[in-house]
């Protein structure tokens, strides 16, 4: 049995493309610290080593790949 929509999470094929977008960008804002981008890889590292430099402070691109 697949699971039952709720109230809060209604099939994505119920909402118009300007709820989806809603939702996609809340869930980015609310749900994770990061986002990374593949095109702008480097950026991305560094933005995480900035964010997270406990974590990533050591990182690089060479090393990542």
Do not use: C, D, K
Not at 42 to 65: C, D, I, K, N
């Amino acid at each position: 049995l697949s699971p039952q929509p709720s109230a809060f999470s209604p099939q994505p094929s119920a909402l118009n493309p300007n709820q989806i977008l809603r939702r996609a960008m809340h869930n980015l804002r609310h749900r994770y610290v990061w986002v990374g981008v593949l095109e702008r890889f480097e950026e991305s590292l560094r933005l995480l080593r900035m964010l997270l430099p406990t974590y990533f402070g050591g990182v690089h691109a060479a090393q990542a790949s």
